[in-house]
């Protein structure tokens, strides 16, 4: 009988991998995925009885009764215990962090501070963070979960001096709370707030806001797209 995999997400970018995934190993699993949180209940997974549940992206709590009764994997872009905590990707590039970790860690009752399962080198030096995203996507599902299913591996604990991050609130999107502005650090600040859903690098002149995106940088110069209206 083939092991029953669970993975909930909603970025459309580990979705794409899921199928992906999905083509590569159907004949060796019995894959599943949810997308919705209204979905991840349960019952639902009782019906499943999954061997693994991964969580590539997942933006609400795991209900305790699950991640009690099977075993759950969640993904964090930190060495950890370094960088416990919310906006790691923003945090790290703020902090000049440019080489990471993707961490696999078993889902507990407490905020990033599971077991490791494996921890893969991840660079951050380039690109916007959608493009980030969607390469710690792709480590994701083209090594960690993979390794993790063939190998049967046993979570060992977290090792090292643990430091926390605070998630980031939208008004640190501002330019203005950028405290040493050179062409490398605008360049910075301006592509790690480049995602889907997450708030865009911004000025604000009188009742206009500016937000910027696809930056690059082009013999010293920063190269990009701005897009203003009116702020509300």
Request: charge should be negative; glycine fraction near 4%.
């Amino acid at each position: 009988m083939k092991d029953i995999i669970l993975i909930a997400t909603i970025k459309d970018w580990n979705i794409n991998n899921f199928y992906e995934f999905k083509n590569k190993f159907e004949d060796k699993y019995n894959l599943y995925l949810i997308t919705n949180k209204d979905d991840l209940i349960y019952q639902n997974v009782k019906d499943l009885n999954p061997k693994y549940i991964f969580f590539p992206h997942w933006s609400w709590l795991i209900p305790n009764e699950i991640y009690e009764n099977y075993e759950c994997i969640l993904f964090h872009m930190t060495d950890l215990p370094y960088g416990r905590g919310g906006s790691p990707l923003q945090n790290l590039i703020t902090n000049k962090i440019y080489n990471t970790k993707i961490s696999a860690i078993k889902v507990t009752k407490e905020l990033d501070e599971g077991d490791i399962y494996l921890k893969e080198d991840f660079d951050i030096s380039k690109g916007s963070a959608k493009e980030i995203y969607e390469n710690a996507s792709n480590l994701i599902f083209k090594k960690l979960i993979p390794n993790i299913i063939k190998k049967n591996i046993v979570p060992k604990k977290q090792e090292g001096d643990i430091v926390l991050f605070k998630r980031r609130t939208p008004e640190q999107s501002n330019i203005k709370t950028l405290n040493d502005i050179s062409i490398n650090n605008l360049y910075d600040f301006i592509r790690m707030l480049d995602a889907p859903s997450y708030p865009k690098a911004y000025l604000e002149l009188d009742n206009l806001k500016i937000e910027l995106s696809e930056v690059i940088i082009k013999d010293g110069k920063l190269e990009g797209r701005f897009e203003v209206s009116k702020d509300e």
